[in-house]
């Protein structure tokens, strides 16, 4: 299959990145996105904010400013009541409105199955891209939020977690990532990426390719203190086990415990990882501090081996 070329294509299809970025001008790129799901939590309004921030994840980690949003909706008015569609659109408005960010309209789909997100447009200078490649030896390893959602959803549909630790896991899935992109472009960042589907492991993987290495502390790791209890009862989602047969290659760890098994969780709207100059982390802590972010100091890259990850 040939894809259609442009010289305006900074970021295309080719590069296995967050976003597309194009070139409008020598100071205007536009970046664009496309991200939409089944419902994860049974609350419509909650899966509709979840969506939202989702989508918009993609453009806050390759260092861009979201502005327009589109609305992808599938949803029959013959099996579901109007209301519960209603809802969705309704946290999706309010995450948007959240951000910032215009809503110019959407499509939907008669379709018995629900799914939600949207098409996010964002604008950025087509020098400050930041891809999901790039990071150097000695970069500090940077996370923005917990690890464990795809375990957490799974106690849900088993029914095994309760309501505190359901809203605690929303809250953190309906956080916007923008706090995080606005320290992050505060400082020297090399290289981001978002944690969604592939995990921990399959999105660092992407960031060192067959170029860098990355060593992970294994007892830095954030996640939901309910993970490994649920883990432990069996509540795991496919994904991880699908994640862990392609990426497990790529790891070398000394325990195949639980932080291994957490490394493969497939994240729903997870936080910003990031590559950040090791001069730069006192300014980074500093201005993570005014804004009130949490993260978290996961690892470093390094040179060799490269294409591997270490967990130790």
Not at 175 to 196: C, G, R, Y
């Amino acid at each position: 299959m040939q894809i259609p070329s442009d010289e305006n294509v900074i970021v295309g299809i080719e590069g296995f990145e967050d976003a597309g970025v194009y070139r409008i001008s020598d100071t205007v790129a536009i970046v664009q996105t496309i991200d939409f799901f089944t419902p994860i939590v049974n609350d419509p309004y909650c899966f509709g904010q979840i969506a939202a921030a989702n989508a918009l994840s993609d453009i806050y980690a390759m260092g861009a400013v979201p502005k327009t949003a589109l609305n992808m909706v599938c949803f029959s008015p013959k099996k579901f009541d109007l209301s519960i569609l209603k809802d969705i659109i309704r946290g999706g408005i309010d995450k948007i409105r959240e951000a910032g960010v215009s809503l110019l309209g959407g499509h939907s789909v008669d379709d018995e199955e629900i799914k939600y997100g949207l098409a996010i447009t964002g604008i950025v200078h087509p020098d400050k891209v930041i891809r999901n490649e790039g990071a150097r030896p000695d970069d500090i390893l940077i996370l923005t939020k917990p690890l464990g959602t795809g375990i957490l959803n799974t106690g849900i549909k088993g029914n095994m977690l309760s309501n505190d630790s359901i809203q605690k896991l929303i809250d953190v899935m309906a956080t916007l990532n923008k706090k995080a992109s606005d320290v992050m472009l505060s400082v020297k960042t090399h290289a981001a990426t978002d944690v969604t589907g592939f995990g921990l492991a399959g999105h660092l993987k992407e960031m060192i390719k067959e170029n860098i290495g990355v060593q992970l502390f294994a007892g830095k790791l954030p996640y939901f203190s309910e993970a490994t209890e649920l883990a432990k009862s069996g509540f795991v989602p496919g994904g991880l086990y699908r994640n862990r047969d392609f990426y497990q290659e790529h790891v070398s760890a000394h325990d195949q415990g639980f932080s291994y098994d957490i490394i493969f969780d497939p994240q729903t709207s997870g936080g910003l990882l990031m590559a950040v100059d090791p001069a730069d982390l006192p300014a980074f802590e500093k201005k993570a501090a005014d804004v009130k972010l949490e993260y978290w100091i996961i690892g470093k890259f390094i040179d060799e081996p490269k294409g591997k990850i270490i967990l130790g």
